[in-house]
């Protein structure tokens, strides 16, 4: 197999991602703060976990345990603040 071919299929695999929030620093009743979850060959990495990330997690009805790693760009309260619950 040509080399090029693997890497533009390995690329164009499938993936979901799921907004969870993209608001400003502080949450207001429709923001809250940064947060994305991406589907990625069954596996769920979270990039930022803004205060409320735990309960816009339950709304799109996400599960917990399929939580593989989560990311945190910077540490600013409005990217981290929802890892304490």
Do not use: Y
């Amino acid at each position: 197999m040509n080399p090029v071919f693997i890497i533009f299929v390995i690329i164009m695999e499938k993936f979901e991602i799921n907004i969870l929030g993209c608001g400003s620093a502080l949450p207001t009743t429709r923001h809250f703060p940064s947060s994305q979850v991406i589907n990625f060959r069954d596996k769920l990495f979270m990039i930022d976990c803004g205060e409320g990330s735990q309960l816009q997690f339950r709304k799109s009805k996400i599960k917990f345990s399929r939580l593989n790693h989560i990311f945190i760009s910077h540490l600013h309260g409005d990217h981290c603040f929802g890892l304490i619950g």
